[in-house]
């Protein structure tokens, strides 16, 4: 097995780095949040890296995401090895190429940052409703929850499609996967050869079209034949599990992850058990731990293959114990019995009994709840998790839930506790407010570079982005920590809060993130004897009270002094190395210049220095602020909007403007998305 380097990536580079190296022909159209892998392969080729076979994959990008579906048929029909990126409506347009592709059972693994759907309104963020939506077509639906799976599963979707004929949609959440930047073991391309076999690259290129062994494809059948022929790839789909499995055990003794296509996870005698899939699986994951430490008989199924459902392994993997089971979907589907997940579980279970695989009887099969979560990128977190438990615990549980949200017109809604926590005290967590394009998220990228790859410490970031993006705000949410970081949630409780920019503070409540403790970095255009006169009263309380360690630096005059214009990114950076204690100061210093070095050095040896003289700058600079006892400013945070506006403005767009739009209730919405 040996050692294997380790990297610090998001999930686009995890997924797009296998893509690239196993594939000869990349189809692409670009669609948030997808367009980073296509990208990154388009780059990758241009700069002459081949894959694993010596040769350079070829990468066109066409006028459409239909236009790509047919160019990936196309080429897998010419028996080349092919693939394609894309989400959401991107990916219903892909649907019909789909449709053919499985049709005529062509191994092959596309990815898919799974992104929602457009319905009331356009989101461009993740759950599973568009994956959800191609279900039907006859490809295998793989799932995987964090960076590291992400980077595994494109090889092992790839795998076990070429053998097994079924193609393969590989996906994981949009931004939470796709953007999240984790440390993880990267494969290497001995390890992608020996999981991408030559004999079934041969038997997929002994099935191509070619005029030294003419076949027709495509042909149009009658009601006489069309039936029987469409049940004649019965035996594959049969099969295709159990491919599956075999690829997952031959992965695992590669590399020693080993993944089934359900995990359990949690007490051997569990009687609550949680069963979903993707990144809402590693919040669950940090809630049993700390529920089962504490005597809770709790677990969870995690399922990595959606399609084919294989019931006997679904039946295996819970346990016997099981009283009652909650599914949980990360989509909606109005009008229908149950979301996806949940129709298959209720199926396989009264399957599984009636072919005698599981141990109960018919009057004491598990008790099947449903819920809905997660849709658009909305928080998944312990608390929620627990909430979860905590209703399979009642006598009559409450069916079609919704966690996550507060639910006050058709009352599907499950109380939270929102003051459940989970993170270890070990975990360094830290909030930084940005603008889109000031460089914070490309600092905190560096930062978490450095973290996770020149320390023995495991590193986490995930950037919330505003959809529009530059000139807007971003928030960076960084995590580090002894042990791998299971939590994909927003940082709640931050040993560090960096405000880049000061007009930030009248209109955002950032000092709600800050844990009792916590420092408090701010750029601002006042010094140390001057800040604290300046901050809204609000400010001045919260900091007070929750006795926080409070520092100020004007990042813009030291950019000007060291000619960097407005860029403040090392400046912050530097900063948040020297206060935060993730690290020696010396040491951490030492690191931000061998990574200016490493960013820089391709725009010449000057801008290296001007970052240089920026990073020695920056300590003269950082102020720390003496906190009075008592706030004295005359200042108040305005709110924001008018005290005249109109009443949907005041309740609704106002609480969106100040970033607390996930405080509102469901009565809030117009109930077609017609905003006034």
């Not at 590989?170 to 390890?191: K, M, Q, Y």
């Not at 594959?236 to 359900?262: K, W």
């Not at 450095?450 to 950037?463: C, K, L």
Request: charged share 20%.
């Amino acid at each position: 097995m040996g050692s294997r380097r380790m990297v610090t990536i998001d999930g686009n580079t995890a997924t797009s780095s296998v893509a690239h190296r196993i594939n000869e022909v990349i189809a692409i159209y670009p669609i948030t949040p997808s367009s980073v892998m296509g990208e990154l392969a388009d780059e990758w080729s241009a700069a002459g890296q081949r894959n694993i076979w010596g040769a350079v994959p070829d990468v066109m990008e066409m006028q459409s995401e239909g236009g790509a579906a047919a160019a990936v048929h196309g080429a897998l029909q010419a028996g080349a090895l092919t693939t394609t990126f894309t989400a959401s409506q991107g990916l219903l347009l892909m649907i019909p190429s789909m449709y053919k592709i499985a049709g005529e059972l062509t191994g092959y693994c596309m990815h898919v940052s799974a992104r929602t759907l457009a319905t009331h309104a356009l989101s461009i963020f993740g759950d599973h409703s568009d994956v959800m939506a191609v279900r039907q077509t006859g490809f295998a639906l793989l799932s995987s929850a964090s960076v590291q799976e992400a980077h595994d599963f494109a090889c092992i979707g790839q795998a076990a499609s070429l053998a097994s004929r079924v193609p393969c949609l590989h996906f994981f959440e949009g931004f939470r996967i796709s953007h999240e930047v984790a440390t993880i073991a990267e494969l290497s391309d001995d390890d992608l050869r020996h999981m991408i076999t030559d004999e079934f690259v041969a038997a997929h290129r002994a099935r191509a079209m070619t005029p030294d062994r003419p076949v027709l494809r495509g042909t149009a059948q009658n009601p006489n034949e069309f039936f029987q022929a469409r049940e004649a790839c019965n035996p594959y789909y049969d099969r295709c599990a159990a491919i599956f499995q075999e690829q997952m055990d031959r992965f695992a003794a590669r590399t020693g992850r080993a993944y089934r296509l359900f995990d359990y996870v949690g007490h051997p005698q569990a009687e609550r058990v949680i069963v979903l899939m993707g990144s809402g699986a590693e919040a669950a994951r940090e809630t049993i731990d700390w529920l089962t430490a504490r005597g809770e008989k709790v677990g969870m199924l995690q399922v990595r293959l959606f399609r084919p459902f294989s019931v006997e392994a679904f039946i295996r993997a819970l346990p016997a114990t099981t009283r009652a089971l909650a599914v949980l979907d990360r989509t909606k589907e109005p009008g229908a019995l149950g979301e996806p997940l949940y129709q298959d579980v209720v199926t396989a279970l009264r399957e599984g009994h009636d072919a005698g695989l599981a141990s109960w009887t018919g009057d004491d099969c598990p008790r099947v709840i449903g819920g809905r979560y997660g849709l658009s990128s909305k928080e998944f977190d312990p608390a929620m998790v627990k909430a979860v438990y905590d209703e399979l615990a009642k006598p009559e549980p409450k069916n079609h839930f919704t966690v996550g949200i507060v639910d006050d017109v058709t009352r599907t809604s499950l109380e939270v506790d929102e003051s459940f926590d989970t993170e270890p005290d070990s975990v360094v967590r830290a909030v930084f407010f940005g603008l889109g394009a000031d460089g914070t998220v490309g600092a905190n990228k560096n930062s978490i570079k450095i973290i996770g790859e020149e320390t023995d410490n495991h590193a986490q970031g995930y950037f919330v982005y505003d959809s529009k993006k530059a000139g807007a705000i971003t928030i960076s949410h960084l995590r580090f920590g002894p042990q791998p970081i299971h939590s994909t949630y927003l940082v709640r409780k931050a040993n560090f809060v960096g405000c880049h920019q000061f007009v930030f503070l009248e209109k955002y409540d950032m000092l709600e993130y800050a844990a009792p403790g916590a420092v408090f970095l701010l750029n601002a255009p006042f010094g140390p004897d001057r800040i604290w006169d300046e901050l809204p009263r609000e400010v001045q309380e919260t900091i007070i009270a929750k006795r926080l360690k409070f520092y100020v630096i004007d990042a813009y005059e030291v950019a000007r002094e060291a000619r960097m214009g407005t860029r403040i990114n090392t400046i912050m950076q530097t900063c948040f190395f020297a206060i935060s204690g993730v690290l020696p100061r010396d040491e951490a210093i030492a690191q931000i210049k061998q990574a200016i070095e490493k960013t820089y050095k391709n725009k010449g040896q000057e801008i290296v220095q001007r970052n240089f003289a920026a990073v020695d700058h920056t300590l003269a600079n950082l102020h720390e602020v003496p906190v009075p006892a008592r706030a004295t400013s005359a200042k108040r945070m305005p709110g924001a909007v008018a005290d005249e506006a109109p009443e949907f403005v005041r309740k609704v767009t106002a609480p969106i403007m100040q970033n607390k739009g996930y405080q509102l209730p469901v009565s809030a919405f117009p109930d077609d998305g017609t905003w006034p």
